[in-house]
């Protein structure tokens, strides 16, 4: 069993940056890789962000590449999601994802994920 805990979000003006924190607990963290995913008003949840268990690989969603970073601390078994030049669009509900692995892959679909934080709402106006 993993669980993760969410901390971070809230409310930013467009433009602005935030950064979400997920500690994991409950394994090894360089056997677990994580993601991000957001689910915005009326919408499905969608990908946002992978990183590799050892966190030597990252992908992102095309939307937020080149605005946001993932990263990880295993020393602390967390993970980050720094989000810079927030606009309207990104706001979301933000959920950070866990799956046990022994690869070094990139896990970017909902359904490859075992366990899920709590959710964090990030809120952008304009």
């Known amino acids: 069993q993993v669980q993760l805990v969410q901390s971070g979000g809230g409310l930013v003006q467009a433009g602005g940056s935030l950064r979400l924190s997920c500690a994991a607990s409950?394994?090894?963290?360089?056997?677990?890789?994580m993601g991000w995913f957001r689910q915005g008003p009326g919408k499905e949840r969608e990908f946002v962000a992978a990183i590799s268990a050892t966190g030597g690989s990252t992908t992102y969603a095309d939307s937020v590449k080149g605005r946001f970073t993932i990263s990880r601390d295993n020393a602390k078994n967390t993970v980050y999601l720094q989000m810079n030049s927030l606009n309207p669009e990104d706001t979301a509900i933000y959920y950070c994802?866990?799956?046990?692995?022994?690869?070094?892959?990139?896990?970017?679909?909902?359904?490859?994920?075992?366990?899920w934080g709590q959710g964090t709402q990030v809120t952008v106006s304009s």
């Open positions: 409950g394994r090894t963290a360089t056997t677990i890789a």
């Open positions: 994802a866990a799956r046990t692995t022994i690869s070094r892959r990139l896990y970017t679909t909902s359904g490859e994920y075992a366990y």
